[in-house]
């Protein structure tokens, strides 16, 4: 799960005339310290327009309020009520315009009809923030929102990609009957093109390998044999399939190997070509375990 943080709100130094009025003071520049506050003011103003629409959600239309705000807040001095206050309205907004359309996002994806509940993330936000009334502590808040964003993402992905995952279901179904395919207890399924008689890896043994990946309709989305140079790393730094099939694998050995899509990417979709829950075909030859280097 992505870990969503609040952006750190622009500085607006300008060292303003005491007002308590809702437009711009107006500048009466008769003493140096009166142009030097002047010019500080305006210069970090630089990108401030472009920060307050882009990253804080305001309407031009509206910088009235925006000033109006501003005075309040340049004049609030040390009131640390005050503060508190501004400081909520700040996070508040941050939360309506960044934080919960970046996990609406991340969640339903481009559905722009769903959405996470605000009263109940505001619910447990402020539980958290003050650190009483929790139903949760935050250490296993932050374990329940991974486990159940994985479980509604994949949800989600499954109702949108679905077909990947009974095609590959019945492909494998009906390959397990094949001649001359076997099935490993996780679930690979594999063809031996060659019979290797070297040693079995570990693991965590380092392998050499050449390979070829294909998807279900037979579109090759990696190949070490078209870069013409093999393949180095430990044997449990890849996909569970992968894994499973090299320790049972001795070296020496050729095979066509058939990965169910949750020994693969599952609901992750993996560059342009292997969509959300898609097995996967390999050609996989180990020409030797822990390979000198």
Not at 34 to 61: C, E, F
Not at 112 to 130: E, P, R, Y
Not at 140 to 169: H, L, Y
Not at 263 to 283: H, N, T, V, W
Request: net charge positive; charged share 25%; proline share 3%.
């Amino acid at each position: 799960m992505k870990k969503f943080t609040f952006a750190a709100i622009a500085a607006v130094a300008a060292v303003m005339m005491y007002s308590c009025g809702n437009g711009a003071p107006k500048a009466s520049l008769k003493s140096d310290v009166d142009t030097v506050s002047y010019a500080i003011g305006m210069a970090q103003t630089q990108g401030l327009k472009d920060y307050l629409v882009g990253r804080l959600g305001v309407d031009t239309a509206y910088m009235d309020e925006f000033i109006k705000g501003l005075n309040e807040g340049a004049n609030a001095g040390d009131d640390k009520k005050k503060a508190a206050y501004y400081a909520g309205i700040q996070i508040g907004q941050q939360i309506s315009n960044q934080m919960v359309k970046g996990i609406n996002h991340e969640l339903f994806g481009e559905d722009s009809t769903k959405t996470i509940s605000l009263k109940n993330f505001m619910a447990g936000f402020i539980a958290g923030t003050v650190g009483k009334g929790g139903l949760m502590t935050v250490d296993s808040a932050q374990q329940v929102a991974q486990e159940m964003m994985r479980t509604i993402k994949a949800k989600n992905m499954e109702k949108e990609f679905g077909p990947n995952k009974k095609a590959g279901e019945d492909f494998l179904a009906k390959n397990a009957k094949a001649e001359g395919v076997k099935v490993l207890e996780g679930g690979v399924q594999y063809k031996v093109l060659k019979e290797g008689n070297g040693a079995l890896p570990k693991d965590t043994s380092r392998v050499r390998v050449h390979y070829e990946g294909k998807t279900l309709d037979g579109k090759v989305f990696d190949s070490s044999y078209k870069r013409g140079e093999p393949a180095d790393f430990r044997a449990n730094q890849v996909i569970k399939g992968w894994t499973e099939a090299l320790t049972h694998m001795p070296a020496g050995s050729i095979w066509e190997v058939y990965i169910p899509q949750e020994l693969a990417y599952g609901e992750r979709q993996q560059g342009a070509d292997i969509k959300p829950f898609s097995m996967l075909i390999f050609k996989i030859e180990l020409l030797e375990v822990d390979p000198k280097k």
